[in-house]
């Protein structure tokens, strides 16, 4: 669309030359200046140990400060950028997931499982650069143009019960966050549509081309993310306009033809797959807006370790002479392409072991010739994902409708009895856990309640908290938010907090249609501030560095969400309020009207006695009223 | 009823006093508290024990105890119990400190109603004395109504779960009965405290003010005064010293001065706990207008939670204007009917407002029950009463089987529960009502006796 408007304005520039001048202006400015908008593709798959397939889509479209070329835009999508200018965003990050990611097999400890890993249902944070008394009407008005953007149910989060403050457990720690959950939020292809007009080449051509709907939704988890960042209206100079970051995430499980003839011995042959095995579709031509488009296949750490390649002890040297083959011609699998380029993990302290990334290149392939790699395994591998330093669950405690607790218990992975004989040697290690917790008002949380368990035995708060903060909620204002910091000993085993709750009953209009399913708790956020996860990959160009890995180099730390939890609430009859209401009101106006009744009776003796009082004192006045009701009542019995 | 009554003031006060307190504190050693401290009956969100202690942690972590909507109590009664929700004794129940202060709370107010009720049966037989019925109606029959009372208080079951189940009833009541026996022994100041700390604690009490005034103007509970001015006029002497005295203004004046200081006093010492989390309109808003504008739809005892977890919200504010005037209507023909028995007044207004206030608990039920032992000779000629009785009784065992079928098994709907409080409040109803008519039927015989007209003694 901006290309076709490009030569209209041209024309209309071609007539005053003023204008024509401004616009050369404009344009030598833009080649000068170092930054253009941009829009470059990725696709990273990776096999996971548990037979399945992690596809990972990354597209990043970036815009210079808008002051340079007003507010049009050549790749860019508008909608974003108006959003950004209209409720100055400074940061955004929405996601619409489907399924839960599996941390225990595949893995936590990675740039892909922490930063794309998203509670269940619609995820809203946003960072606002705003007084703070306009946060919240910024917040609103954002929620509800998101709503429209994306086809969903987004204006929900714009009440104060649904979005919370965090202080400082929420990984962009500043008080201008807003953070909010739709945990029952049903995501389908009505919202990935939306999605994908954001992108310059939609889904026409290129990699975006492999999101195939029935594929896409067919999957085990299914997380479509974006994530916006705008230094716009910073003022210290460092302009780098806004980037906008789109990734779709989907674990799959690629259904091998190898598969149907499975023999006893080649059960734990990891499945083998191409491209168009699980997309249905393969990779033709490319988008021409994009500035680089290209495909990843990463081999994870621990999949390497297994894998044995020949020289692995000199990966350095093979890392430079890129085109070594022996590290796509392993004897235990297969690639159907040859890889462009191929990467190898720098050292790190965490691991022995590296991960190994190959490069595709989608440029060199056309509609002719279409690209589609494959990869064929020879030999069974297991291996493990390398997880988080303590795996968290969370659950509920106690039955029936009242009251009950909740549950978010830590324990030990593999990764921490690593990280435990690493740090032996200073006696004091420490393990930071902070806890974000979220609960809806309805659940009425009892802060003073808070236990702490450590290795099954009940302790002292004090003793392992370091740091928490409340904000309890206010009923059908606010909902209460937990924010804890705890300390662990490295060598502990398991550790739990407990919480307890009474359950809210709400107004029968409160409730949703279907108020017998029970009402969503928010994931509880695990993050792990000591621990960040990166991928450095050695390059010999840092220039033309690709978006994917620049963000696998970035330090994002370790978080895990916890499982969503249903709570089922009471329900009141639904059917009856105009029974209730009746029969409430009949019980009042038989306390009325019986009260009434025993102080002004009188018994026959009072009667008499008031009657012979009234006799020797009737005036004018009252004899006439007596004659007028008389009469009046005379009147109406005539005329019945 | 009576039978029984009569059957517990024949033994020995003290006795069945220390037994109800052993009882209790057989109770409180048992785990849990039984599980007493999150019934509904017991713990409604103004006294529930588990929102005091959140309160004041939140205080402790120095946030306002009104910061969530967990806390609607007093300031006060925060500094003043917060410190027993959290202090343990080593190999004591956990909330051993807490049990005895309600615990003491209960005794105290069953020692006071056993005053005020001692006070009342003497100013009862004086009158009899000055209108010359002695001789009419045995007086040797008469029971001791204080004794009565406050064993009723006592050994009451919804006292003692609500003592157990550690609400802050038993503190509510104590100030309200410390009020009434300000008033009915003539100790202004402690009236007014009691009056100026019931009415803070739960709102409710600050229409006790008329009985209060009453007492104090007039004197204790006593036949009407018409009936002292027709007995005089029969004898044709008017002997001055036998007739009860006028209304006198001076104590009220007093007891106003008095009310207006301890009322400063509070606000000022609230003022002072809450200086730093937006002041006295915030304790305002989420005491009093928590009490008001029925926020917390959780069951209780009481109707109108259900009332309003049913109603459309754009009929919201009429029944919450409805049934709150429903209270207040009721206090002015009441006041002119009853005007000459202040404590009874004071008992139908405290029956009227357990039955109406937003959150009711067994713990009112309590208070007014305990009350209802000091009229035992006036309501001797009460009909239903046994009827009553195992209403009483039925709906005490009825309403914790529907809340569990309901809330607990999922086998019954919230209409069962609902059922049992809707026959509970017809049963302070019909109580109230025959009550109130069995004292002014009692007050007819009176002036039958006087005037002598056994004809008309039928009503």
Known sequence: MVLLQRPHILLLLIDTHQFLQCWIAFGSANEEGQQQEEFSEELLVKPLPDHKLLAHFHFQSSAPPSTSNGCHHHLFPKAISQ??????????????????????????????????????????????????????????????????????????LESTATYSTPEWSFPPASGNVRYGTLPCEAVCTENLTPWLKLLPCRDKAAIALLLDRPSLYRGFYHSQRLHLTSTESSSEGIDSGIILEQTLTVVLQPN??????????????????????????????????????????????????????????????AANGLTSENFWSNPSFELSVNPDRIFLEESSSHSKSLSILYMFQVEKYSESEPFDIGLMWKV??????????????????????????????????????????????????????????????????????????????????????????????????????MEVVLKLPCRVNTAALTIEFDKGFLRIDEYPPDANQGFDIPSAIIS?????????????????????????????????????????????????????????????????????????RRVAEEERFLKAKAAKKTGRLPLLLSKLSAKLRGSGINQD | MEKLKKKIGSFSFWNWVIASIIFRLILIYFPKNLNLSSRPEVSTPLTSFRRLAEGYWLKQSSMSSYAGSMYHGSPLLLSLLGPLTVKRIEGQPNHLL????????????????????????????????????????????????????????????????????????????????????????RLIPLAAFGWVIATHLSLYPAILIIPVIFLLGCGPDSPPRKLFLQRHQQKEVLNQSKLPPGF????????????????????????????????????????????????????????????FAEVFEFFRNFFLIVFHVNILFMILPLAIRLRHRPCYLAFVYVAICSMLKSYPSVGDSALYLGLLGWFVNELADMQFSLFLFCGYVGVS????????????????NANFYFTTAMVYACLQIVLVVEGISAVLNHDRKLRILITGKPQDAKS
């Open chain 1, 380 to 481: 069974p591998v297991a291996w493990l994902c390398q997880q988080t330093p303590l795996h968290a669950s969370r659950f509920f405690m106690g039955s029936g409708n009242e009251r009950g607790a909740i549950a978010i218990s830590l324990k030990s992975t593999q990764f921490t009895e690593g990280f435990m004989s690493a740090n032996s040697k200073d006696g004091s290690c420490e393990l930071r856990v902070d806890v974000f917790q979220v609960v809806p008002w309805y659940v009425k949380v009892y802060f003073h309640s808070l236990r702490v368990f450590v290795d099954q035995q009940p302790r002292a708060v004090s003793d392992f908290i370091e740091k928490i903060h409340v904000s309890p909620s206010k009923d059908k204002m606010s909902p209460g938010v």
């Open chain 2, 98 to 185: 807490y049990s005895l202060v309600s615990v003491i709370a209960d005794v105290v107010s069953a020692m006071l109603i056993r005053a005020t009720g001692q006070n009342l049966r003497l100013a009862y037989l004086r009158s009899l004395e000055s209108l010359d019925l002695v001789k009419q109606i045995d007086v040797s029959e008469f029971l001791f109504s204080g004794d009565i009372a406050a064993l009723i208080y006592l050994c009451n079951p919804f006292t003692i779960v609500a003592c157990v189940g550690l609400s802050t009833s038993p503190i509510e009541n104590m100030a309200v009965i410390l009020c009434l026996y300000g008033a009915c022994s």
């Open chain 1, 256 to 317: 091998s033809e190898r598969a149907i003839e499975v023999h006893a011995s080649e059960k734990h042959v990891q499945p083998s797959w191409s491209l168009s095995s699980i997309f249905g579709k393969q990779v033709s031509g490319r988008c021409v807006l994009a500035k680089s488009s290209s495909v990843y296949l990463l081999l994870d750490r621990g999949l390497v370790a297994e894998l044995k390649f020949p020289n692995k002890e000199n990966g350095k040297s």
């Open chain 1, 83 to 156: 959003l950004v200018q209209k409720f100055r965003v400074k940061e955004m990050e929405l996601s619409f997931t489907q399924g839960r990611w599996n941390y225990e097999s595949w893995g936590g400890f990675d740039p892909i499982s922490s930063s794309n890993a998203k509670p269940p249902g619609v995820e809203l944070w946003a960072v606002f650069d705003v007084p703070q008394h306009h946060i919240d009407a910024s917040w609103k008005n954002l929620t509800h143009t998101l709503s429209g953007l994306f086809c969903a149910s987004i204006n929900f």
């Open chain 2, 397 to 412: 065992l009825l309403s914790p089987v529907m809340h569990n079928l309901w809330i607990w098994r999922g086998t019954g």
């Open chain 1, 528 to 600: 792990f501030p000591n621990f960040h996860a990166s991928m450095v990959f050695l390059e010999d160009d840092s220039l033309n560095r690709s978006p994917l890995l620049s963000k696998f180099q970035e330090k994002c730390p370790v978080m895990s969400y916890t499982e969503v939890l249903l709570v089922p609430l009471t329900t009141p009859d639904f059917s009856m309020p105009y029974n209730v209401i009746t029969i409430k009101c009949t019980v009042f106006a038989l306390y009325f009207g019986s009260l009434l009744n025993v102080l002004q």
């Open chain 2, 248 to 307: 006198s203004w001076g104590p009220i004046i007093h007891f106003a001065f008095w009310a207006f200081l301890w009322s400063v006093y509070v606000l000022v010492l609230c003022g002072i706990s809450l200086k730093q989390f937006g002041g006295l309109w915030e304790m305002f808003k989420s005491t009093y207008g928590f009490i008001l504008t029925v926020e917390d739809l959780s069951p209780n005892i009481g109707v109108l939670w259900y009332f």
